[in-house]
């Protein structure tokens, strides 16, 4: 008989639900419904953050359902997360306020710093010119007051390297509960996952299925040949594969659907388990080079450091160096920009943000 792993016990002594439903990128339309459907099959865990802006939406239907006595709210487990302008200390309760406001409810069960990443306050979108140095020890201070006075169960954060991880940890009084991440097979995180587990630490994965529709090579992940194989010896699909995954090497995941049959499919992942035998072939699963398919832009990012420590690096006619935002995980690198090299122009008229999800693992 399969072990269920239905719960993960984190260090405050709280379970997490093992599944959730992630709801970033759901339209504000489809959500609500996806919601209601997740909780009436049996999904305890909702995943949510300021920043999907569907939070008043998903509040609304969590309200109705506790009222209409379909779920109790002590059976319900909800996060969400500090967005990247609400670092400072002063904004942190503010911000968590805004959250439980909208999500009508009186604690959260998880609180989680979205990003190591912190922006002015009144910027707009998140370019170089929105960014500010990140003071990670007085925004955990404030995190920690709110666990203190019992508005959030547990305190954790997202998007964290092991470095950064390492960072905290040095400072916090109150260790995080959870480092959620994006994992998958085609992602599998080992060397942070190994250590999240040594310090006590949960290791949640978003984005368990990959991340259709963003443009990275990781959104490919239900192709994956080894997958499927694994799939079709089970006679589960790859999505309940990939799931099950997770669950038995101890992540949470938090699978995104707003189609009631997808959403049933993805919880569907208990009376059955991956064989040792089947789980080694997934661990030879090829793991996602974030920058494989811009290997044009890791040299440049490497030659821009060696040429900007030497002085020869400049926008394009602003004859100001180029400032690369490592940020500890992320990379923003805005163009057009001159590369003078020797003096050689190559001119690069790229219009370019990346978005938050260029992990730079090798800064690890």
């Not at 912190?118 to 170089?128: C, H, L, T, V």
Request: with cysteine; aromatic share 10%.
């Amino acid at each position: 008989m399969s072990n269920a792993i239905r719960f993960f016990q984190l260090n405050t002594g709280a379970s997490i639900p093992s599944v959730g439903l992630g709801t970033w990128q759901a339209d504000p339309e489809l959500v609500g419904d996806a919601v209601a459907t997740a909780i009436k099959i049996g999904y305890h865990h909702i995943d949510c953050a300021q920043i999907y802006q569907n939070e008043k939406v998903i509040g609304h239907v969590l309200k109705k359902l506790i009222d209409d006595g379909v779920v109790k709210r002590e059976d319900l487990f909800i996060t969400s997360k500090l967005w990247n302008r609400d670092h400072g200390p002063e904004d942190v309760p503010l911000a968590l306020e805004r959250t439980l406001a909208d999500l009508q409810l009186e604690y959260l069960d998880l609180y989680l710093i979205h990003w190591p990443v912190r922006q002015k306050k009144e910027s707009a979108g998140f370019g170089p010119e929105t960014l500010m140095p990140t003071d990670i020890p007085s925004t955990w201070k404030a995190m920690e007051a709110l666990y203190d006075f019992g508005k959030v169960r547990a305190i954790g954060v997202s998007n964290f390297s092991l470095k950064k991880l390492e960072d905290l940890l040095d400072v916090a009084r109150v260790p995080p509960a959870v480092n959620q991440v994006e994992c998958h097979p085609s992602w599998q995180q080992k060397k942070l996952r190994e250590f999240c587990k040594s310090k006590g630490i949960h290791l949640s994965g978003y984005s368990p299925l990959g991340s259709p529709g963003t443009g990275w090579l990781k959104s490919e992940v239900l192709r994956h040949p080894i997958l499927n194989t694994v799939a079709e010896k089970l006679g589960k699909t790859p999505a309940q594969a990939a799931l099950r995954w997770g669950l038995q090497m101890g992540n949470s995941v938090l699978p995104k659907s707003t189609n009631e049959s997808r959403i049933r499919e993805n919880f569907d992942i208990f009376d059955w388990s991956i064989p040792e035998d089947l789980m080694s072939m997934l661990s030879e699963v090829e793991q996602a080079n974030l920058l494989k398919e811009v290997h044009l832009l890791t040299r440049l990012l490497g030659t821009t450091r060696l040429l900007r420590n030497c002085g020869m690096v400049r926008y394009k006619g602003a004859g100001k160096p180029l400032t690369v935002h490592w940020l500890g995980l992320v990379c923003v690198f805005k163009c057009p920009i001159n590369v003078y090299y020797y003096g050689h122009s190559i001119t690069f008229l790229w219009t370019i943000l990346f978005q938050l999800e260029i992990v730079l693992h090798f800064l690890n």
